[in-house]
């Protein structure tokens, strides 16, 4: 299936949705079940062409693992909305089988790309890393890593209190660190 497909696909699954969320009944329930439902469904299509204009193959995995996260919560709602009995499953089976088609095309589509569905573990590096950018205010200073986040908390008496590498999880002294002092 062609990416053009598979927009068209995924627009005519919103414009399904939208159909039977008009075509729901009038009760506070569904009307939270149909408000979740129309989010999710036409999350799918808009998404979905966002990952097309993906800028690398991670960038791409990482938007169609959106895209299919909206989709099986799509199908999840359609599920929901049979088993409370607020509409008869023969007249979901269709929109509930193209879910089911679309979650299982982008989740080959993600193996495909590298994705796996598997988390990347991030890689451990030392507590001295160069730094990105900084950020800081009269309290706190917060210090961007590569990988980790170094956060420096103040008390009132002037002396820094807490340092936490967040990309290792270590404790950080002075002398460890080349933390710099951003009190202006």
């Known amino acids: 299936m062609t990416p053009d497909e598979l927009k068209a696909r995924t ?45 690398s193959k991670a960038d791409f995995t990482a938007k169609v693992s959106i895209v299919l996260e909206e989709a099986e919560e799509s199908l999840y709602w359609l599920e929901l909305i049979v088993e409370s009995g607020l509409m008869k499953a023969a007249r979901l089976r269709g929109l509930m089988q193209e ?10 589509s993600r193996k495909t790309a590298g994705g796996q569905g598997k988390e990347t573990p ?15 205010n009269r309290r706190s200073s917060i210090l961007h890593r590569e990988v980790g986040v170094v956060r420096r908390s103040k008390t009132y008496e002037g002396c820094w209190q807490k340092r936490i590498c967040r990309g290792c999880g270590a404790g950080l002294a002075p002398p460890e660190c080349s933390v710099v002092d951003l009190r202006g």
């Open 99 to 108: 879910a089911s088609e679309i979650v299982a095309i982008l989740s080959a």
């Open 122 to 136: 991030v890689p451990s590096l030392s507590c001295c890393a160069v730094f990105q950018s900084s950020i800081s």
């Open 11 to 55: 627009k005519a699954f919103a414009l399904r949705t939208i159909k039977l969320v008009d075509a729901m009944p009038r009760g506070r329930a569904s009307q939270v079940i149909a408000r979740q439902l129309l989010r999710s469904a036409t999350s799918v299509g808009a998404n979905y062409r966002t990952a097309c204009r993906a800028q």
